[in-house]
C-alpha cells in the first residue's frame, strides 16, 4: 500500500495535467443541478478508470473503482456546480458567462479526478471498492440528497463503510488542512415571511392596515428572541438578507403588503425543531395585534455536518504525514452550509478544509470564498488529491 507521501509525490508528477483540468473547469462554470459540460468534461478525463454511473435527473457522476481484492467501500466526493457570480478576479482563465466558481469547486472536481488516478493505478492494493461522486448543486440545491435517492450510495452492492469530502478556502494558508469532529458546518436554511395588510393613503393610516410597521417590529423581536430563548452556548444564526414594501417612487401609499427573506443557521436539530415552532408563533402574534395576517415559510435545510470522531482521527493522523504542523484542530465550527452533511448523515465519515490562498495574498485578508475576487492558488491540488487518495487507503489498504 502506498503511504501518503508516496501519493503526494505521485500527485506531484501530474501537477500540471491536474492545473489544466482545474482551468478549463473554470472557464465553464455552470449552475445548480444541469452541468452537462461539466459534465463531458469530467467523464473525459476518467475515462477507463472503472465503471461510470451517470444521474437520471442532474448531471451527477459516479466512478467505481473496484480493488483486486475483496473488502468494503469508501466514498469520496467532489461538488461540481459554480455561483451566480461575475467573475473579478482578473485571472487569465476567468470565466465570462455570468457564473463563477467562487467556491473552489472547480478545484475540488480536479482533486477527485487526481485521486480517481492515484486509486486506479494501485487498484492491485486495494482491499475493496472506492466510489467517487461528482456531486452538481452543493450550492443549496440539494444535489447530494437527489444522488442518495437515485441509489448512488449502493452502487458498489453495498452501503460505503466511510465517506469523506474536501473544500477549499481562501482564509487558510495555502496548503493547511484544517477539521474537527462533531458539529463542523452548520444547517443552512431559508426564512420567508409576509405581512398582508390592506392599503391606503399614506396622510390616513387608521384607515389603512399599514404592513411595514409589523414587519419592522419582527425583525427586531426575533433578534431579541434569539438572545432570550435559545441557549447561547448552541448559538442560532438569523440574518435578514432583504426587505420588500411598497414603491421608491411613492411617498404617500400604505402598501398592502411587506415581506423579508432571512438565512437561518443551527448546529443541532433541537434548534431547527425549535426555530421552526416559535418564530411562527411570534409572527402570527405580531401580525394579530395590528390587524393583519401573516405567512412564513421555512426552506428545506441542509442537515449539521458531523464529523465522525473515528473518521477525523484518520483524518488528523494522515494530514500530519502530508503537511506536519500545517494540520490544525478547528476549535468552533463554521456557520456555512453544505449537503455533505447529508452523506454523512447516511454514512460516518469526514469533512476537511485545505487553504488555497495564493500566497502572495494574506490570507486572513483576502476575498472569501462566494467573492466575485476570490482566488484559489491550484499547486495546492496535488496536495487535495493524496489526502483523498491515502483516506481511502487507509480504510482498503
Given amino acids: 500500500m ?4 508516496e501519493l503526494l509525490t505521485e500527485a506531484k508528477s501530474y501537477a500540471a495535467l491536474l492545473s489544466e483540468i482545474r482551468r478549463e473547469l473554470h472557464q465553464i462554470p455552470e449552475f445548480a443541478l444541469n452541468l452537462p459540460q461539466t459534465q463531458a468534461r469530467i467523464l473525459s478525463s476518467i475515462e477507463g478508470l472503472g465503471e461510470i454511473f451517470l444521474g437520471k435527473s442532474l448531471s451527477s457522476i459516479a466512478l467505481l473503482i473496484r ?37 473552489g469547486h472547480d478545484l475540488h472536481m480536479a482533486a477527485g479526478i487526481g485521486a480517481a488516478h492515484l486509486l486506479a493505478t494501485h487498484k492491485a492494493e486495494l482491499k475493496g ?18 444522488m442518495i435517492e437515485e441509489g448512488f450510495l449502493d452502487l458498489s452492492g453495498e452501503r460505503p463503510i466511510a465517506a469523506y469530502g474536501l473544500h477549499v478556502f481562501t482564509s487558510l494558508p495555502i496548503g493547511a488542512i484544517a477539521s474537527k469532529a462533531g458539529a463542523m458546518m452548520a444547517s443552512a436554511g ?17 384607515l389603512s392596515k399599514d404592513p411595514i410597521t409589523p414587519m419592522v417590529e419582527a425583525i427586531s423581536a426575533l433578534q431579541v428572541m434569539l438572545n432570550k430563548r435559545f ?9 435578514v438578507g432583504w426587505i420588500s414594501a411598497g414603491d421608491q417612487a411613492t411617498t404617500n401609499v400604505i402598501p398592502d403588503s411587506a415581506s423579508f427573506g432571512a438565512t437561518v443557521r443551527t448546529f443541532s436539530q433541537r434548534n431547527t425543531d425549535l426555530l421552526h415552532t416559535l418564530v411562527p408563533e ?15 415559510e421555512f426552506s428545506v435545510p441542509t442537515k449539521v455536518l458531523m464529523n465522525d470522531p473515528g473518521a477525523i482521527a484518520r483524518v488528523e493522523r494522515i494530514s500530519q504525514e502530508l503537511v506536519g504542523p500545517g494540520y490544525q484542530t478547528m ?3 463554521i456557520a456555512g452550509g ?6 454523512v448523515a447516511e454514512v460516518p465519515g469526514a469533512f476537511v478544509f485545505v487553504g488555497a490562498c495564493p500566497p502572495e495574498i494574506d490570507y486572513q485578508t483576502a476575498p472569501t470564498n462566494h467573492s466575485s475576487k476570490a482566488r484559489f492558488d491550484d499547486s495546492v491540488l496535488p496536495l487535495c488529491s493524496s489526502l483523498l487518495a491515502a483516506l481511502a487507503f487507509d480504510h482498503l489498504g
Avoid at 73 to 79: G, H, I, K
Avoid at 231 to 239: C, R, T
Avoid at 282 to 296: E, F, N, R, W
Wanted: charged share 15%.
Fill in 2 to 5: 502506498p503511504s501518503p507521501v
Fill in 67 to 103: 480493488g483486486e481484492n475483496p473488502g468494503p467501500t469508501v466514498l469520496l466526493r467532489a461538488d461540481m456546480d459554480a455561483l451566480s457570480v461575475t467573475e473579478e478576479t482578473g485571472e487569465p482563465f476567468s470565466s465570462t458567462n455570468g457564473f463563477m466558481h467562487a467556491c
Fill in 129 to 146: 471498492n472506492v466510489l467517487i461522486w461528482f456531486q452538481p448543486g452543493e450550492e443549496g440545491h440539494h444535489g447530494a440528497d437527489v
Fill in 190 to 206: 431559508d426564512l420567508l415571511v409576509s405581512f398582508q395588510g390592506s392599503g391606503g393613503h399614506g396622510s390616513m393610516p387608521w
Fill in 231 to 239: 441557549d447561547q452556548f448552541d448559538p442560532v444564526i438569523l440574518n
Fill in 282 to 296: 411570534m409572527i402570527h402574534s405580531i401580525a394579530k395585534s395590528y390587524g393583519l395576517t401573516a405567512t412564513v
Fill in 331 to 333: 476549535q468552533v465550527p
Fill in 338 to 343: 453544505e449537503d455533505f452533511a447529508s452523506i
